[in-house]
C-alpha cells in the first residue's frame, strides 16, 4: 500500500475509534450503555450482511466459527469490558488500559507469529503507551473495573493477531460484517441480562446510534482490518495509541471539554512511539536479506550487465 493512503486509513480509522467515545457518552442520555453498544453493532452488522449476501461466505461451519470468536473478542468483549470497566473506574482510566493493545499485540505476535521485533520498537511501544498516560491525565488504580479494562485489552489484541492469522481466507467485507453482527447480538444479550435497559427514542438518539453503526462502526471496522491485512500487526496497532489522542479532541468539539497542557505533552510522546516502532532501522529491504533462488540470481546478474552496458 502507498504510504500515503496507508496514512490516510490510519487517520481514518483512529480518528473514528477515537471520536466515538464522546459521540457514545452523548448516546447515554437515551440508551443504557450495553444496550447502546448492542444495538449499534447489531444494525452495523445487518447493514453489511445484507450488502454481501451475494458475496463469497464462508463454506464450512469451522469458518463460521472463526467469525464467531473473532466477533465475540473484537466487538463483544472488547466493548463489554470497556463498559463494565466504567461501573468502578473513569473513562479515562478505562482507555488507557485498553490501549495498552499494541504492547500485547508485539507480545502475542512474538510468540504465536514468530514475528521479531527490535528493542527500539518495544521502546516505542512503551513511550506510547507513556504518552496515551499523560495525554488523558489520569492514574490508574486498582479496582474491579481495572481488570475488566485489562480484559479488554488483552481481548483485541487476541483479535487483532487471529484477524492477521485468518482473515486473508474471508472476504473482507463479510468478515467485517459478519464479526459485528455476532458481537452486536451478544452484546445486546447483555444488555437485557447485566443492566436495567433503558431507551429514549428521539432524532438525536437516532442520528447518534446511526452515526456510531455506519461511521464508526462498518467503516471504521472494514479500514482497521484492511490496515491489518497489508501491514505488520505490531506495527498496524502501534498506529491504536492516536484513537485516544483523537478521543481527547472530540471532547473537545463535541462536548466543550477542556484540553490541557497535559495533551500537548502526550501527543508528542505518543507520535515519537509510533515513528520508533514503525522506523526499520535499515536501509536494506526485508527481501534482499531473505535467500534468494539461482533463476532470481541470474535476473539481478542480467540487471547489473545491462546497467553497465549503458
Known sequence: MHPLMFASLVVITTSLMGSSFAVGKMGLTYFSPLLLVGFRFT???ILMALWVWRKPLPSSVQD???????GFLQTASVMGCIFLSLRTITAGESSILTFMNPLLVVIWGTVFLGMKYRFAQWLGVLIGIIGVVITLGSQVQVETGTWFGIGSAVAWSAATILVK????????WVMTAYQMLFGGLLLLLMGVTL??????ITPASILIVLWLAVMAS????????????KGDPGRTSAFLFLAPFFGVLSGWLLLGEEIQWHVYLGGVFIFAGIFLVNWTFSKRRDDEK?????????????????QRSL
Open 165 to 172: 492469522k485468518w482473515g486473508a481466507a474471508f472476504h473482507l
Open 218 to 229: 462498518i467503516v471504521q471496522f472494514a479500514t482497521w482490518f484492511t490496515l491489518l491485512q
Open 43 to 45: 444494525l452495523a452488522g
Open 195 to 200: 443492566e436495567t435497559p433503558q431507551m429514549t
Open 64 to 70: 463460521w466459527g472463526k467469525l464467531l470468536l473473532i
Open 290 to 306: 531473505l535467500p534468494i533462488s539461482m533463476e532470481q540470481e541470474e535476473v539481478r546478474a542480467e540487471g547489473r550487465i545491462r
